[in-house]
């Protein structure tokens, strides 16, 4: 089981990427400072539920969708190849995104 700090920092970054967004363009549109949106990919800074929200409202995602782990949806043989799994993630992104 895989910690939801992790799951929330990879669909962080995943849907912020697929969206074409900076971390500046997400600490705009969050209200939140830049060093903080760097900060809570790195994992040097843990969100508030304030802060998350922010981020859900700026990404336009529900926010469990930020803690949604695709791999547990995943066959175990995906999750041989980090190539294979990177883009099976960002499918499954790209999916959600166009279901908003």
């Given at each position: 089981?895989?910690?939801?700090?992790?799951?929330f920092?990879?669909?962080?970054?995943?849907?912020?990427?697929?969206?074409?967004?900076?971390?500046?363009?997400?600490?705009?549109?969050?209200?939140?400072?830049p060093?903080?949106?760097?900060?809570?990919?790195?994992?040097?800074?843990?969100?508030?539920?304030?802060?998350?929200?922010?981020?859900?409202?700026?990404?336009e995602?529900?926010?469990?969708?930020?803690?949604?782990?695709?791999?547990?949806?995943?066959?175990?043989?995906?999750?041989?190849?980090?190539?294979?799994?990177?883009?099976?993630?960002?499918?499954?992104?790209?999916?959600?995104?166009?279901?908003?």
């Amino acid at each position: 089981m895989r910690l939801a700090k992790e799951i929330f920092i990879e669909n962080l970054k995943a849907i912020r990427i697929a969206k074409g967004l900076t971390q500046v363009d997400l600490s705009e549109l969050a209200d939140l400072s830049p060093s903080i949106v760097s900060d809570i990919e790195t994992g040097r800074r843990n969100p508030t539920l304030i802060t998350i929200e922010k981020i859900a409202l700026a990404l336009e995602v529900p926010v469990h969708q930020l803690f949604y782990d695709v791999q547990e949806d995943l066959p175990p043989s995906a999750l041989e190849s980090k190539e294979e799994l990177r883009t099976l993630i960002h499918q499954l992104v790209d999916k959600a995104i166009d279901m908003n």
